[in-house]
């Protein structure tokens, strides 16, 4: 992450208006673009998990909390397909974006302090692997761990039908830098609070594969 780097800027309705660096589109809540892509797999119950990423405590957005499996920003001339590159830089996955699943775009608001605004429009990706988890080669700078949750009982978190929920996952030995394997266990408020829209499509589509 790099306070110097481009990003394309639009209108809500997301006529572009030119570029603006990583801090100025973060200080004035600019509209911008971001690729968010989701692994996920069939468990031996048949039933899906996802996999969530840990941020690193030293992240300005949300840090310490779940996230999606790969994320991040577009840089200025790039569309949502580019955005594939975070996969590997993030997690070591080298994927063909043919590989991925389209479904759809979100827009989303974070007003998380008076200089510090995210104004996005996400663009959504699947992609199902069952990678063994210590296979992944994370990148420690953004994420710190990384973790199997049943869809069916994170819905059921949401709902508030379940107080916490369960998962493996791994997480990186600082002193070592190789990844351990542990079961975590997670309260909504671990999450990122991403909108009910952006949910609802997610699980949507999951739901039709």
């Known amino acids: 992450m790099s306070e110097t780097e481009i990003f394309d800027i639009y209108t809500i309705e997301m006529r572009k208006l030119g570029t603006a660096s990583r801090q100025e589109v973060h200080t004035k809540g600019l509209c911008n673009q971001t690729f968010h892509c989701w692994i996920m797999k069939r468990n031996v119950m048949g039933e899906v998990d996802l996999l969530f990423q840990r941020r690193h405590a030293n992240k300005d957005v949300f840090p310490s909390l779940l996230d999606t499996s790969c994320a991040g920003h577009l840089q200025a001339g790039e569309d949502a397909r580019d955005g594939i590159r975070e996969l590997e830089e993030e997690l070591g996955l080298a994927v063909r974006v043919e590989d991925l699943t389209y479904i759809g775009k979100v827009t989303q608001e974070h007003l998380l302090l008076p200089h510090l605004i995210d104004r996005e429009f ?9 990678q063994p988890l210590v296979d992944y080669r994370i990148q420690i700078e953004e994420l710190t761990g990384l973790y199997w949750v049943s869809l069916r009982e994170f819905q059921e978190l949401r709902r508030g039908d379940r107080d916490q929920l369960s998962s493996t996952g791994v997480y990186v030995d600082e002193a070592s830098g190789t990844l351990i394997e542990e079961e975590a266990t997670w309260r909504l408020t671990d999450f990122t609070p991403n909108s009910d829209e952006y949910y609802q499509l997610l699980f949507d589509q999951i739901g039709k594969r």
């Open 122 to 130: 996400n663009h959504v990706f699947l992609y199902e692997s069952e």
